[in-house]
């Protein structure tokens, strides 16, 4: 069945850096839109980064950009978001979607268009 495994997260202090991880099985991961989400308790699941299924464009919401950067590796089967310059509005439960999406270069950043999750991983900023 399909897996997407998430590792890397953790306690940080403010302006310092993680490095998230997620592994996928089971799929084709080469036909995968891959993004990167977050959730704080009471919010909805907000969409941070997205790599096209063949890892020549990004995407990111306005609050990470310039500070978060995604990447994939299809021998891997991995998709890398490196965090660095985090604030304390970051801290939130990070999680790993994969969407059937290769159309075209462009993806989705609603929830709801992604097929597969993973189980998060919690990221803590603190002062």
């Known amino acids: 069945q399909v897996q997407l495994v998430e590792s890397g997260g953790g306690s940080v202090q403010t302006g310092g850096s993680l490095r998230l991880s997620c592994a996928a099985s089971?799929?084709?991961?080469?036909?995968?839109?891959m993004g990167w989400f977050r959730q704080t308790p009471g919010k909805e699941r907000e969409f941070v980064a997205a790599?096209?299924?063949?890892?020549?464009?990004?995407y990111y919401a306005d609050s990470v950009k310039g500070r978060f950067t995604i990447s994939r590796n299809g021998a891997e089967r991995t998709v890398y978001l490196q965090m660095n310059s985090l604030k304390l509005e970051d801290t939130a439960v990070y999680y790993c979607?994969?969407?059937?999406?290769?159309?075209?270069?462009?993806?989705?950043?609603?929830?709801?268009?992604?097929?597969?999750w993973g189980q998060g991983t919690q990221v803590t900023v603190s002062s």
């Open positions: 979607a994969a969407d059937l999406y290769r159309s075209n270069e462009l993806v989705h950043r609603t929830p709801a268009y992604y097929d597969y």
């Open positions: 790599v096209s299924w063949s890892g020549r464009s990004t």
């Open positions: 089971g799929l084709t991961f080469s036909s995968y839109a």
